[in-house]
Structure formats: structure tokens, C-alpha cells
């Protein structure tokens, strides 16, 4: 357990800040041994258990990626349905060129991520509805090449090769255990990749995206990656579901449920968590298995379950002038007892971003501390040119903040 000590201004004590805790130590280790008893599964359980956890392991993969594009990264894409198929078409064309189908999995990931990499250049120049809209024209562009192209299939599809030689209950077990890994290594990517800088990056942009930028972050590179990112997990979940499936049709690997599936989990477990987008598979998993008997009324009460998405607002907007925060703060004092709108500067000399009071975290200018004050050559070049006002809070008439 790692302790830091810092003196904040307008204070006579120092802060101790823990990077870890004896909760998330109990929470890894419980979560260790699920995963555990989870990859045993199909020696005690067999085939009745697995199908049902290949669906419950599916649902939090999608959740955890959907998460990290709109949870920290505020970007409401509602095709990332079009990465699935992209990754289902990419698992048959790796497996007709003799690569194991389930080595192709990995393929169809990076396959899935490099198509999203052009794609991000068109959609992520727009923002807010006009993004989420432009997503759900790509998806249904992919579908309508998908149709037309004869060498996949077409309209018909096709059936996923390299499968013959597997026995099936070996190969129900090798789907589950590829599921179980891929949903392992969604949510602990994204638990690792929100605990560096990016997460402090991802979160000041998806609050703010011009105050994001105008204080240091790289608005631009930080939603590329996590759309990249978002894209290369959908396209190994869409790899998944065409091994589970064993056929692969443009309307149903393109099918945009699932995308309504990824929007609520994450609506129901909670957003820009990391725990959110598993209770909201588990919620989606146990609403299917209770109410799928019912036909088209089970979609309506999912979707009346569904809560309204709230927008995250800045400090200002949530502390009108003359109001005063839950906490007694008023608008701009984001620290106790600190007097000015800025991060306290304490922070800002070579304290780890990790090591930040949780209270200070959703605001912009953290994210300014710790990506443009990185070393202490960083800090002397950024003050030379001004950008010192921006932390400091010394707004001046000439002062200036720089945009990377």
C-alpha cells in the first residue's frame, strides 16, 4: 500500500492520500477467486452451466467497453453494433485462411480496431447527438456492404470453418473459456487504463470537452483511444458470438440490440464505474432468464426499467452564483479551505495523479495538473509561456492557456 504526504495550501496539515485500501485489496481478491471458480466451471458443471454464463460473461464484456467510451470518455455511441460484425466477418476470414477460430479471435479484435481508426476520423469530428446518430449510420453502412459482398456470404451468410474436428462438449468449453477471458480482460483493462493519467483525462473530457482542452488535455488523442479501444473489445465479443453461434448473417451480427443491450447495462449498473456495467449484465441476464417468456412485453419492461442517462455538469453549473454546494463550497472552490478555482498547487509539484483527493478528481483542472506538469523540465518550459495562470489561478489580463 503505497502512502503520499502533501502540505495543501490554506492548510497547517498534510493530506494522506493511499493508492490502495484494505476494501480494494478484499474486493481484488474476491474477484480473483470468481474468476477462478468461474474458469473451473465446465469440470463440475458441464454443458447446463456454461450456456448460460457464455450469455452472462458476453453481456459484461460489451458493458465494460460501451462503458470506457461513454462512462469516461463521453462519447454515446449507439453502432458500436457495427464493430461486432466487423469482428464476426473478421473471425471467418482468418479462419478460411487456415488460423484457428479461436486464435482468431485475438485477429478479429485488431481487425475490428484497425477499420475503427479511419472511422474515428469522420464521427469524432462531430459531438453529442450528432455523434451518437453518425455512429448509428456507420453500423448500417457495414451492414449494407456486408450484404452486397458475395465473398462473405451476402444476404445468406456463412457458416464459421475450422470448427469440424472440435468434439462438442471440448468445444463448448473452449467457447466458454475464450468468453471468460475476453470479459476478464475488458473489465481489468479498463480498471487499469481509468487508473492512469487517462482516466483523469478521459473524465475532464467527458465533463467539459473546450475547458478540457483549454487547460492541457489532448481532447482529440484521448477520444480516438478510447474508441479504438471500445471498438477492438467489440470486435472480439462479435468473434465470440459468431463461435457461439457457428453462423454468421449481416442482420443479426449487425443487429443494433446490441447496442440497446450495452446502453442499458451501463444506464442500470451505473455510469463511469467499474462495477456498473457487471450488475448491469447481471440485472439484463436475470430480467432475460425471468421474463423472456413473455415474447415483445419483455422488451417493453426492460425498456421501462431503463433510467434516464444525467449529464455530468461542471462545478459551476452544479453551484449557481450565490449558491452553495452539500459541502459548503461555493461555485469554484473545489478544495476545503482553499479560496481560489484551482486544483490546490501542492498537487501540481510532483504528486502522482493517482494520489489525488477523490473530491478534486471531476475537476478539469486536475486533469491540467498532472498531463502538462509532468516532470519538473515540463513545469519550468509551461510556466515560461504563461500556462502557470491556469493552475495557479491567476487569470490575469495577459495570461494565456496553452491548447496541446
Not at 39 to 51: I, K, Q, R, S, T
Not at 357 to 369: D, G, K, L, N
Not at 373 to 395: E, F, H, K, M, N
Request: positive net charge.
Amino acid at each position: 500500500m503505497k502512502r503520499a504526504s502533501a502540505l495543501v495550501t490554506g492548510t497547517e496539515q498534510p493530506v494522506t492520500v493511499s493508492r490502495w485500501s484494505r476494501t480494494a485489496t478484499g474486493f481484488t481478491g474476491v474477484a480473483v477467486v470468481v474468476v477462478v471458480v468461474l474458469a473451473a466451471v465446465p469440470y463440475f458443471a458441464g454443458g447446463p452451466a456454461e450456456a448460460p454464463l457464455i450469455t452472462l460473461l458476453t453481456f459484461v464484456a460489451m458493458a465494460s467497453q460501451w462503458n470506457l467510451l461513454a462512462g469516461f470518455s463521453g462519447l454515446y455511441s449507439f453502432g458500436q453494433n457495427a464493430y461486432i460484425g466487423l469482428g464476426a466477418y473478421g473471425l471467418y476470414l482468418v479462419a478460411v485462411h487456415g488460423v484457428n477460430p479461436f486464435a482468431g479471435i485475438i485477429a478479429a479484435a485488431v481487425i475490428a480496431a484497425a477499420i475503427s481508426l479511419p472511422v474515428s476520423l469522420l464521427v469524432l469530428r462531430l459531438s453529442g447527438g450528432y455523434f451518437a446518430v453518425a455512429t448509428l449510420v456507420i453500423a448500417a453502412v457495414f451492414q449494407i456492404v456486408a450484404t452486397l459482398s458475395p465473398s462473405v456470404g451476402g444476404t445468406t451468410g456463412v457458416s464459421v470453418p475450422g470448427l469440424a474436428g472440435y468434439d462438442p462438449v471440448l468445444r463448448e468449453a473452449l467457447i466458454y473459456w475464450s468468453t471468460l477471458a475476453v470479459a476478464v480482460v475488458s473489465v481489468a483493462g479498463v480498471y487499469l487504463l481509468v487508473r492512469r493519467t487517462f482516466g483523469l483525462d478521459a473524465r475532464a473530457v467527458g465533463s467539459d470537452p473546450v475547458a478540457a482542452a483549454s487547460a492541457g488535455v489532448r481532447v482529440g488523442r484521448i477520444r480516438r483511444l478510447a474508441y479504438l479501444v471500445a471498438g477492438g473489445g467489440a470486435g472480439a465479443v462479435g468473434a465470440l458470438i459468431a463461435l457461439q453461434t457457428l453462423y454468421i448473417e449481416p442482420t443479426s451480427v449487425f443487429n443494433i440490440q446490441y447496442s440497446v443491450y450495452m446502453l442499458f447495462m451501463v444506464l442500470i449498473g451505473g455510469m463511469g464505474t467499474i462495477e456498473g456495467p457487471v450488475l448491469g449484465a447481471l440485472v439484463l441476464f436475470g430480467l432475460q432468464e425471468t421474463l423472456s417468456s413473455y415474447g415483445a412485453w419483455y422488451l417493453v419492461i426492460v425498456g421501462g426499467l431503463a433510467p434516464q442517462p444525467v449529464p455530468r455538469v461542471g462545478a459551476e453549473q452544479r453551484h449557481p452564483a450565490g449558491e452553495q454546494g452539500a459541502d459548503g463550497e461555493s461555485p469554484g472552490q473545489p478544495g476545503p479551505g482553499h479560496g481560489d478555482n484551482r486544483v490546490p498547487p501542492a498537487w501540481c509539484d510532483g504528486a502522482p495523479a493517482a494520489l489525488v483527493p477523490r473530491r478534486w478528481r471531476e475537476y478539469a483542472s486536475v486533469a491540467t495538473c498532472h498531463t502538462t506538469y509532468r516532470t519538473p523540465r515540463d513545469r519550468a518550459a509551461r510556466q515560461s509561456r504563461g500556462l502557470s495562470s491556469v493552475i495557479r489561478g491567476a487569470d490575469g489580463p495577459g495570461s494565456r492557456p496553452a491548447v496541446r
